[in-house]
């Protein structure tokens, strides 16, 4: 049961009469701690001039004092014990730019219970420990800021918390991982295997040597966790979450999507239903009608559509990942934060709104199989032989699956042949139904491949 009103802690905050100084501390050092670093020191006098305040970069914790690194930084500043930064009377301030999900909640949760504010890029801790998270910011006081787990420079958690704050979205839906985007664009558009365009992007930076987290979709499924409970107050859980990834796309999708219009992009999608009292949060590769505004999302960008009931859709588009993006949103909550601090603006996420955003969550579910409705694409690959297709067809009219298009690929002298194929709007539970007879038939020679059809109205 959430605590009441009257008895959550108050915001901490600076008494502007005996300190005219924020102390600031960097716990990680990589690309985006050290962009933070760069750009903080480079634009120190115009944001001290906009914020009324001093600020004092004081300490960054790093693994290695004696590494090279790419912004020049006194050895002074460095240190190995991160609760050194965090103890620290004089850091207000707290960057958790470390990664990973163990020291950095352990890390976290000790600057949180110090009553100080934590500004974060980490979606995997906030996903993974976010209610432990903020229940720690209710009970000592604290801030925790996460513009930057979410979409890199895209403003995403500030035009939800503030800009967009009188609405209620039915539909979020965006591209979250700039890899999958760089990877099905290179496909799409230059004719690329998965493999070659894999190897490109992690030759060009964008992609780990293991790009499981992105590919995968992991990566996407805890941004859109995050997004879901800021909108809606319910982190979506794993075992209820649709989370598909990328490495099955092939040719003959490609094929399908340019011949009908569409263009392969991979989408995080969150529905929320009013009246019915279900949200759903899937995240998967989807052909993408080449009107939407997402079809258009190329490269390692993001983007992503919120529609609300006031404002209408809204899209935003841009860097969804990189030192420099990420870190400018690292600074836009530092300034927050400052602003916060010292009563110069409201507490983005205040003891209260998060008791409120709790409530809500708690009376929402997630939609079952038979809610959630969509038109679906599917790939087989059959026995090149007479009555194949016939028997095919005979499942998806068993099940009440109306087909609306159909392409044949012959593979001479191979046994075989390729359908594509996508349905009329359907629920999930029916077309699993489909999929699990298909895969019974001796006919079927490989795993059927499935995909949503995204259409904003299903």
Same mark, same amino acid.
């Given at each position: 049961?959430?605590?009441?009103?009257?008895?959550?802690?108050?915001?901490?905050?600076?008494?502007?009469?005996?300190?005219?100084?924020?102390?600031?501390?960097?716990?990680?050092?990589?690309? /985006?701690?050290?962009?933070?670093?760069?750009?903080?020191?480079?634009?120190?006098?115009?944001?001290?001039?906009?914020?009324?305040?001093?600020?004092?970069?004081?300490?960054?914790?790093?693994?290695?004092?004696?590494?090279?690194?790419?912004?020049?930084?006194?050895?002074?500043?460095?240190?190995?014990?991160?609760?050194?930064?965090?103890?620290?009377?004089?850091?207000? /301030?707290?960057?958790?730019?470390?990664?990973?999900?163990?020291?950095?909640?352990?890390?976290?949760?000790?600057?949180?219970?110090?009553?100080?504010?934590?500004?974060?890029?980490?979606?995997?801790?906030?996903?993974?420990?976010?209610?432990?998270?903020?229940?720690?910011?209710?009970?000592?006081?604290?801030?925790?800021?996460?513009?930057?787990?979410?979409?890199?420079?895209?403003?995403?958690?500030?035009?939800?918390? *503030?800009?967009?704050?009188?609405?209620?979205?039915?539909?979020?839906?965006?591209?979250?991982?700039?890899?999958?985007?760089?990877?099905? %664009?290179?496909?799409?558009?230059?004719?690329?295997?998965?493999?070659?365009?894999?190897? *490109?992007?992690?030759?060009?930076?964008?992609?780990?040597?293991?790009?499981?987290?992105?590919?995968?979709?992991?990566?996407?499924?805890?941004?859109?966790?995050?997004?879901? &409970?800021?909108?809606?107050?319910?982190?979506?859980?794993?075992?209820?979450?649709?989370?598909?990834?990328?490495?099955?796309?092939?040719?003959?999708?490609?094929?399908?999507?340019?011949?009908?219009?569409?263009?392969?992009?991979?989408?995080?999608?969150?529905?929320?239903?009013?009246?019915?009292? &279900?949200?759903?949060?899937? /995240?998967?590769?989807?052909?993408?009608?080449?009107?939407?505004?997402?079809?258009? =999302?190329?490269?390692?960008?993001?983007?992503?559509?919120?529609?609300?009931?006031?404002?209408?859709? %809204?899209?935003?588009?841009?860097?969804?990942?990189?030192?420099?993006?990420?870190?400018?949103?690292?600074?836009?909550?530092? /300034?927050?934060?400052?602003?916060?601090?010292?009563?110069?603006?409201?507490?983005?996420?205040?003891?209260?709104?998060?008791?409120?955003?709790?409530?809500?969550?708690?009376?929402?579910?997630?939609?079952?199989?038979?809610?959630?409705?969509?038109?679906?694409?599917?790939?087989?690959?059959?026995?090149?032989?007479?009555?194949?297709?016939?028997?095919?067809?005979?499942?998806?009219?068993?099940?009440?699956?109306?087909?609306?298009? =159909?392409?044949?690929?012959?593979?001479?002298?191979?046994?075989?042949?390729?359908?594509?194929?996508?349905?009329?709007?359907?629920?999930?539970?029916?077309?699993?139904?489909?999929?699990? *007879?298909?895969?019974?038939?001796?006919?079927?020679?490989?795993?059927?491949?499935?995909?949503?059809?995204?259409?904003? *109205?299903?």
């Amino acid at each position: 049961m959430a605590p009441r009103t009257a008895s959550l802690k108050k915001p901490n905050f600076i008494d502007m009469t005996t300190t005219r100084t924020i102390g600031i501390g960097i716990l990680g050092f990589g690309t /985006v701690g050290q962009g933070v670093w760069k750009h903080l020191t480079e634009k120190q006098s115009d944001l001290e001039s906009r914020l009324g305040v001093k600020l004092d970069l004081r300490k960054a914790a790093v693994r290695d004092l004696k590494k090279k690194r790419g912004v020049k930084i006194a050895a002074s500043k460095l240190t190995k014990n991160p609760l050194e930064v965090i103890e620290d009377p004089k850091v207000h /301030v707290v960057c958790e730019l470390i990664g990973g999900t163990t020291k950095a909640r352990e890390l976290t949760l000790r600057a949180l219970s110090l009553g100080k504010v934590v500004v974060s890029a980490n979606k995997a801790l906030l996903c993974e420990h976010g209610p432990e998270i903020f229940a720690a910011v209710r009970k000592h006081g604290g801030q925790f800021l996460f513009e930057a787990s979410v979409a890199g420079g895209i403003p995403i958690i500030k035009a939800i918390r *503030e800009g967009l704050v009188a609405n209620r979205f039915d539909l979020i839906v965006g591209i979250l991982n700039g890899t999958c985007n760089h990877i099905l %664009t290179r496909m799409g558009e230059d004719g690329l295997s998965f493999e070659d365009a894999l190897k *490109e992007a992690q030759t060009l930076g964008y992609a780990e040597a293991d790009p499981t987290l992105d590919v995968d979709g992991i990566d996407a499924w805890h941004k859109a966790s995050i997004l879901a &409970w800021l909108a809606h107050g319910k982190w979506a859980p794993a075992a209820r979450t649709l989370v598909e990834g990328i490495r099955k796309i092939g040719p003959a999708d490609i094929d399908f999507a340019r011949r009908f219009g569409f263009a392969l992009k991979h989408l995080a999608v969150i529905r929320r239903d009013f009246k019915a009292g &279900w949200m759903t949060v899937g /995240v998967y590769p989807a052909l993408v009608p080449n009107r939407d505004i997402l079809a258009r =999302v190329s490269g390692v960008n993001n983007g992503i559509t919120l529609r609300g009931d006031v404002a209408g859709a %809204t899209t935003l588009t841009g860097r969804g990942a990189g030192g420099d993006a990420t870190a400018s949103a690292v600074i836009g909550d530092i /300034v927050d934060a400052i602003a916060a601090l010292t009563g110069a603006a409201p507490q983005g996420l205040s003891s209260e709104a998060l008791a409120t955003r709790e409530k809500a969550g708690r009376a929402l579910r997630m939609a079952d199989l038979d809610e959630i409705v969509s038109p679906f694409y599917l790939r087989l690959s059959l026995l090149d032989k007479a009555g194949v297709s016939e028997g095919v067809y005979r499942i998806f009219s068993k099940h009440k699956v109306s087909i609306a298009r =159909v392409i044949q690929y012959e593979h001479p002298n191979q046994g075989r042949g390729t359908v594509t194929l996508s349905t009329y709007p359907v629920s999930e539970r029916k077309m699993s139904a489909v999929l699990t *007879e298909l895969r019974r038939l001796k006919t079927v020679l490989e795993e059927p491949v499935i995909l949503r059809i995204f259409s904003p *109205e299903s």
